[in-house]
């Protein structure tokens, strides 16, 4: 069973489209997180999320807006896509705050915008 | 801002090794330090935890330290295998709610 499971695997897009990719835990975490990987594999924190509220936001532009309805969820609406959005995003979660727990990893999501 | 490094970028190795990668950050002022690694096209697995508190901490045949002070972490592994062969990242966390990434070190064990 998966314990962080995101939905598509792939994406392939055209500029200017809407997109959105899912994010479900069932680990029972509280906290979620997005990541982006760019082409040199460096990974930059986007959002997190703790208990369904908005807890950490990276100078992410507003065309990436995060939706948990739930704590077992964490989606990632996309507007207006741009060919520098093509990335690998990733979704994490923890147990509270990553003080003191790991983060668990979902298997990414290919984004590919021509 | 936090700065995480990690060297060297790439490293191959033949099976039987023991090998030590390097993770460097700029301000110690960290509450944890995380080892993971990453294969071709999937995700990240975590690996090793480590608090601010610790000095290391032990998986099988891993063993990660953390000296804060000097802002370095070392993950050691000891009789590499071609399964070891992966991306090896490190993450640190000044707060509570993010982690900043290092860029990786890509290691290929040789059988």
């Known amino acids: 069973d998966t314990a962080v499971s995101q939905t598509p695997k792939y994406l392939v897009t055209q500029m200017g489209n809407d997109k959105s990719i899912k994010c479900e835990q069932n680990?029972?975490?509280?906290?979620m997180y997005w990541y982006k990987q760019d082409s040199k594999k460096f990974l930059k924190i986007m959002f997190s999320?703790?208990?369904?509220?908005?807890?950490i936001n990276e100078t992410v532009p507003n065309r990436f807006s995060p939706k948990s309805p739930d704590k077992a969820h964490l989606n990632l609406h996309i507007n207006s896509l741009e060919l520098g959005d093509s990335a690998v995003y990733f979704c994490?979660?923890?147990?509270?705050?990553?003080?003191?727990?790991?983060?668990?990893f979902g298997p990414g999501t290919r984004l590919t915008v021509l | 801002k936090q700065e995480v490094t990690q060297i060297p970028a790439a490293l191959s190795v033949p099976e039987g090794e023991n090998l030590v990668l390097n993770c460097s950050f700029t301000d110690s002022a960290i509450y944890n330090l995380q080892w993971f690694r990453q294969d071709p096209g999937k995700g990240l697995t975590s690996l090793l935890l480590i608090q601010s508190s610790q000095r290391e901490q032990t998986s099988g045949r891993l063993n990660a330290s953390l000296d804060k002070s000097s802002g370095r972490s070392t993950l050691y592994i000891a009789a590499s295998q071609p399964g070891d062969s992966a991306t090896y990242l490190c993450?640190?966390?000044?707060?509570?709610?993010?982690?900043?990434f290092g860029t990786g070190t890509s290691l290929t064990v040789i059988p």
């Open positions: 993450a640190v966390s000044p707060r509570g709610n993010q982690f900043y």
């Open positions: 680990l029972g975490h509280d906290t």
């Open positions: 999320y703790n208990n369904k509220e908005l807890i």
């Open positions: 994490a979660s923890s147990q509270g705050l990553a003080l003191y727990n790991e983060q668990f």
